[in-house]
């Protein structure tokens, strides 16, 4: 049974940084696309971050220069690095996987729809 726990959420003030992790366990992750999405109240899911089994990697345009997608297969964890945080990062993260999404191959933005498996989420709250 697949499993994705997320950790490391919490209040910061607009410019500070959180790292966030996903614990996941219950499949061969070896060729699973790993993914963190985002959830602000009365908007759509939208694609933050991912990263593929060959460490492609794709960022939303929002994030890119601020946020750092990564990895060790070694503990099973993926990891989101924010930095510069503002109020417009308030929102639930959420961790994905799916054993068939393709960074290289998918046009356009991260697609929400294309990850199978979820986790609970974590709160961010950036204060301004």
């Known amino acids: 049974q697949v499993q994705l726990v997320e950790s490391g959420g919490g209040s910061v003030q607009a410019g500070g940084s959180l790292r966030l992790s996903c614990e996941y366990s219950?499949?061969?992750?070896?060729?699973?696309?790993m993914g963190w999405f985002r959830q602000a109240p009365g908007k759509e899911r939208e694609g933050v971050a991912v990263i593929d089994f060959d460490n492609s990697e794709k960022y939303a345009d929002s994030v890119k220069g601020r946020f750092t997608i990564s990895q060790d297969r070694a503990k099973n964890t993926l990891y989101l690095q924010m930095n510069r945080l503002g109020p417009e990062d308030t929102a639930v993260y959420y961790c994905?996987?799916?054993?068939?999404?393709?960074?290289?191959?998918?046009?356009?933005?991260?697609?929400?729809?294309?990850?199978?498996?979820w986790g609970q989420g974590t709160q961010v709250t950036v204060s301004s």
């Open positions: 219950g499949y061969d992750y070896s060729t699973m696309c």
């Open positions: 994905a996987a799916d054993p068939f999404y393709r960074v290289r191959y998918v046009p356009g933005g991260i697609q929400a729809t294309g990850f199978t498996y």
